[in-house]
């Protein structure tokens, strides 16, 4: 192994370590209000890659899969979400996409819980890809619109191409789900972009939602 490599692979883990610590240390400190939590056994959720730390006010978070790419920021993320308890389905370099998708397929067939950032790994930020209406398609499994937010100065924003939400320290964040979209098995290509737009305005109205109503839910 090269010094390059074998600095990249330390810079790795320590990353990932530390991410470990944050992520075990806010879990403990972090307060999720969850509103209107789906009443279903297996479901997709949809959510935009700026708030996968809603994740884990998601209910039965032992029977969630969270598909995750295969990048050097997917290996951070993929730890820390291993770390919190849920499941990560990621596929090799070279089938990555086909692999991960039948996982998720496989793990929803099984009555388990998926969750795709549906602008996701790398935007453009705030539209959604088709992958979610074709896993769905296939399993017979509705999507779950889902989004979260607080005012409070600790629900950190970075300064990244998705505008990443962090809730830091003592946060009280909102998190809402929506109603069940399912998927015709005779869905037309026209009708999966229209669905597309559809699935994004779901999850910016949940949003626009919990930001004007956060504190009455916020007391729930």
């Known amino acids: 192994?090269?010094?390059?490599?074998?600095?990249?692979?330390?810079?790795l883990n320590l990353t990932k370590k530390l991410v470990e610590i944050l992520f075990k240390i806010s879990s403990?400190?972090?307060?999720?209000?969850?509103?209107?939590k789906p009443n279903l056994d297996s479901y997709i959720l949809a959510l935009w890659h700026a708030h996968?730390?809603?994740?884990?006010?998601?209910?039965?978070?032992?029977?969630v899969n969270v598909m995750i790419s295969n990048s050097r920021d997917g290996d951070i993320i993929a730890h820390a979400t291993q770390t919190m308890g849920l499941k990560v389905i990621r596929g090799?370099?070279?089938?990555?996409?086909?692999?991960a998708t039948m996982g998720m397929i496989e793990c929803l067939q099984k009555g388990e819980i998926g969750?795709?950032?549906?602008?996701?790994?790398?935007?453009?930020?705030?539209i959604v890809h088709k992958g979610i209406i074709s896993i769905a398609k296939t399993t017979n499994v509705p999507i779950i619109p889902v989004a979260y937010y607080s005012p409070q100065k600790n629900f950190l924003k970075f300064n990244t191409w998705d505008e990443f939400r962090f809730p830091l320290g003592f946060c009280k964040p909102v998190v809402k789900f929506g109603e069940?979209?399912?998927?015709?098995?005779?869905?037309?290509?026209?009708?999966?972009?229209?669905?597309?737009?559809?699935?994004?305005?779901?999850?910016?109205?949940?949003?626009d939602d919990i930001k004007t109503n956060y504190k009455e839910y916020s007391k729930m």
């Not at 996968?52 to 029977?63: D, F, H, I, M, T």
């Not at 090799?92 to 692999?99: C, G």
């Open 28 to 36: 403990h400190t972090i307060d999720f209000r969850p509103i209107n």
């Open 180 to 207: 069940p979209i399912y998927v015709n098995k005779d869905i037309t290509n026209e009708a999966i972009k229209e669905l597309q737009n559809v699935i994004a305005q779901a999850i910016q109205d949940l949003y």
């Open 1 to 11: 192994m090269s010094s390059k490599k074998l600095k990249n692979l330390i810079s």
């Open 52 to 63: 996968q730390c809603c994740l884990y006010a998601v209910p039965n978070r032992e029977k």
């Open 115 to 126: 969750a795709i950032t549906v602008d996701g790994p790398r935007g453009p930020k705030g």
């Open 92 to 99: 090799s370099k070279s089938q990555k996409a086909i692999q």
